[in-house]
Each structure stands twice: as C-alpha cells, then as structure tokens.
C-alpha cells in the first residue's frame, strides 16, 4: 500500500500523452464521476467532487483529445481526474467498474477504454433506478435538458456518455480483444466482483450479458 503525504498535479507532464491514452485516462476520470455519484453509498462531499469531474470531462476532453498541447485542457483534464480520485476515494464504484475490472483480467487491454466502452450501457441499465441523478449528470455534461422530463433528461445524458465515447475515438469490445461468444463467461465474473454491490440498480447474471451486448452493439461498425 502506498499511502501519498502530498500529490503535486503538473499538466505539462501529459502533453506529450498520445490521443488514445488521453480517451482512455479522461474516460475513466468520468467513469468514476458517474459511478461514485450514482452508487447506492454516495455523500454529499462525493456529489460535489463527482460532478465538478463529469462537467469538467464534459467540457475538456474531446478538446485534449483533439489538440494535446492545449496546456489549458490538460490542466482541467488533470483536475477532473483528481476530482474522479476524491469522489473514488470514500466510495464504492458499480457495475462499469464490476465489468472493467473483471474482465481486464481476462485480455490485456486499458482500463479505461474497457471502462469506457460498458459505461454508456450500464448508465442505461441504471436510469429506471436514479433518472433524477442521471439528469443532473446530463446538465453536467453540457446537455440542454429545458422542457425535458425527468426521464427524458436522464435519457438524454446516457446519449452524450455514448457520443462522448465515440467522439474520442474509444475501441470497440471486438477492438479490445473480447468476442461475443464470451459474454456468459465475462457476466458471470462481473456478477461475482464486489463493485456490483454499489450499483444503484442491483444487476443479476442475465442483466450483464444484455449490458455486453448492447456494449458490444456499439462503436464504429
């Protein structure tokens, strides 16, 4: 275990990040956002630090990803990632980070654009059970929610999460080395990993294979 005293954020260090790990890294910062501030164990602190992490991803990423010497963008992108940290810190995830994690053991490929890749299915998966919590992440991700139900809006943010993977270019599951003859195997070690137990909308065995198949449905085709 390393425990750090002080942790010093320097952008200029990620300048010379390559676009794939800029996706995958801001992906991931969002991930945690929108888990911490979903999960069934979520605080007031963890709120205010998920959600100044998805709005800053919401409004950075795509450009570091574009332009990495935009030293104002890695700025905000090192802080949404710090804030992802904080609100990660006191809480569990849910069921992106169940499927991630578990099945990063089964294929070497980056966390964060697995992360990223199951993420828009599990918010899916998720909005019958928060739609109010998913429609406030929708205004934190620039979504204009005006004359939107509730269900609607939290709708409406579970679109910008898929576009937002799409538009920095995040690989496909097939991409990342998984094939869908895989999927029984893959739900079922999601199903046993303790991230689950966070998730707002308790997912069974069956649920997680439809959520890698609608992952696996998605991306350029």
Do not use: K
């Amino acid at each position: 275990m390393i425990g750090a005293h002080i942790a010093l954020l320097d952008p200029e260090l990620t300048l010379g990040l390559p676009p794939g790990v800029t996706a995958a890294t801001g992906m991931d910062a969002l991930s945690h956002g929108i888990e911490c501030y979903t999960c069934d164990y979520h605080q007031p602190f963890n709120d205010a630090m998920s959600l100044a992490a998805i709005e800053l991803v919401g409004q950075w990423l795509r450009i570091a990803y574009a332009d990495g010497s935009n030293l104002e963008a890695r700025t905000n992108m090192a802080q949404a990632a710090t804030f992802g940290g904080l609100a990660y810190g006191t809480e569990s995830a849910g069921a992106a980070h169940a499927m991630s994690q578990s099945a990063g053991g089964v294929h070497d490929c980056p966390h964060g654009a697995l992360t990223a890749r199951v993420l828009g299915p599990v918010c899916e998966f998720n909005v019958p059970a928060s739609p109010e919590r998913y429609a406030r992440i929708a205004l934190a991700l620039g979504v204009d929610t005006r004359g939107m139900s509730v269900m609607d809006a939290a709708h409406a943010g579970v679109e910008e999460v898929y576009r937002l993977t799409d538009d920095v270019g995040i690989p496909t599951m097939m991409e990342l080395g998984f094939s869908e003859e895989e999927i029984p195997m893959l739900a079922r070690i999601a199903f046993d990993d303790p991230q689950t137990i966070g998730n707002p909308r308790p997912p069974t065995v069956s649920d997680y294979e439809e959520m890698y198949r609608n992952a696996f449905s998605r991306g350029p085709q």
